[in-house]
């Protein structure tokens, strides 16, 4: 929901270069830190659908997708998830539930319930258990 969507997910210097605009020294202290942390690669390895081939170009264009001016023109119920640990965009779940006006249920996920993190990766039947019920009950009303 904020302007610097997915940027919280990037440290402090990281985030400087990015804000203003140093692509190739963004990309070339990114890019070191993907070499120390093997497993993250697979966050930005391809570009996502654009094929971005700069984790510059990546984040810049993440950064369009926004709903902090449209939450309220949205009428369809939303089932929004909030995992414990989000580590992509802590805090946006709720802020994007306090926003909107229309039907909406914030669900959390729990370490307890192996289920935190984004996307809730080691839970994947819980969250489907919890959405398909979500989509049952809502559906029944229309």
């Known amino acids: 929901m904020s302007s610097h969507h997915g940027a919280e997910a990037i440290p402090p210097e ?4 990015l804000d203003s605009g140093d692509k190739q020294a963004f990309d070339q202290m990114f890019n070191e830190g993907m ?11 391809s570009g996502g659908p654009n094929r971005l081939r700069s984790a510059f170009d990546v984040f810049t264009a993440a950064r369009r997708y926004n709903l902090a001016d449209v ?6 119920p939303l089932l929004i998830t ?3 640990g989000e580590q992509c965009w802590p805090g946006q779940s709720q802020q994007l539930f306090e926003k ?9 996920f729990t370490a307890e319930e ?3 993190r984004h996307c809730e990766p080691m839970a994947r ?11 049952d009950e809502t559906l029944a009303s229309v």
């Open 114 to 116: 192996g289920a935190d």
């Open 35 to 45: 070499q120390s942390a093997p497993l993250a690669q697979g966050r930005t390895g």
């Open 82 to 84: 909030d995992p414990e």
């Open 14 to 17: 990281l985030r400087q270069l």
């Open 125 to 135: 039947l819980l969250l489907e258990q919890r959405m398909f019920d979500w989509l």
């Open 71 to 76: 939450t309220d023109q949205i009428t369809t």
């Open 100 to 108: 909107l006006r229309n039907t909406k249920q914030l669900v959390a």
